[in-house]
């Protein structure tokens, strides 16, 4: 079968640094996606690994390892506008080219 | 930069009637989606659409649901009797579908409120 997990929420401190865990299972697999989705608002694109490794992209990064079925998304130097929900999800290399979502890590950052 | 829209953004319908959902995908996309998202909830998966016709779809797509890409450039959601549960925000996306990078651009939703 196909899951995705992630956990529900996280809090952490402004200017600081937090990972965001997401592990999942499948038999197909063409790489996994970070999206940022602010209440009330469509999810946005932050990142995407297909092979294993840490993709730097500004104050946030993402890691792949394939082999665990692992991932996590690092934030760092925390602004209050990065509170949000942060969702993992990976392409099951279908025909269909469908993203398997989770269901979110909603963050908060405190002051 | 090219980007998916969604009309209109708020939709307000009584129950049992019929609405359409509106999106324009980015032009040169070939893969075409719905999601829904009710409140507080996840992001969940309806139907994609390739090649026109449907590829895949959802326990949740029932025969309530229908897509359609009326011209070259309009992709359209009915829901022909709305329920109560149908509220909800609709997330329409698009993707190359070229490659191995898929990545789904997004739509700024459209929030409809069933009464």
């Known amino acids: 079968g196909q899951n995705i997990d992630q956990p529900t929420e996280m809090t952490a401190t402004e200017g600081a640094i937090v990972q965001i865990n997401c592990t999942y299972q499948?038999?197909?697999?063409?790489?996994l996606f970070w999206y940022q989705q602010h209440a009330g608002e469509a999810p946005t694109f932050l990142s995407y690994?297909?092979l294993d490794g840490l993709e730097e992209k500004g104050r946030f990064s993402s890691f792949l390892s394939r082999s665990k079925g692992y991932s996590y998304l690092l934030l760092k130097e925390l602004q209050m506008k990065d509170s949000a929900s942060y969702l993992c999800?990976?392409?099951?290399?279908?025909?269909?080219?469908?993203?398997?979502w989770g269901l979110g890590t909603s963050l908060a950052v405190n002051p | 930069e090219p980007e998916v829209t969604q009309t209109p953004s708020h939709q307000v319908t009584q129950m049992g009637q019929e609405v359409i959902l509106r999106c324009v995908p980015i032009?040169?996309?070939?893969?075409f989606y719905w999601y829904r998202q009710i409140l507080g909830q996840k992001v969940e998966f309806l139907v994609s659409?390739?090649?026109?016709?449907?590829?895949?779809k959802s326990e949740i797509f029932d025969d309530q649901f229908s897509v359609e890409r009326p011209d070259g450039s309009n992709f359209t959601l009915k829901i022909r009797s709305t329920k109560l549960e149908d509220s909800a925000m609709y997330f329409c996306?698009?993707?190359?579908?070229?490659?191995?990078?898929?990545?789904?651009?997004f739509g700024p939703g459209t929030r409809l409120t069933v009464l």
């Open positions: 999800a990976f392409d099951n290399a279908g025909n269909n080219r469908k993203l398997i």
């Open positions: 499948t038999s197909g697999f063409n790489g």
């Open positions: 032009s040169n996309h070939l893969y």
């Open positions: 690994n297909v």
């Open positions: 659409f390739y090649n026109n016709e449907i590829s895949e």
């Open positions: 996306a698009s993707s190359p579908g070229q490659g191995n990078y898929n990545e789904q651009f």
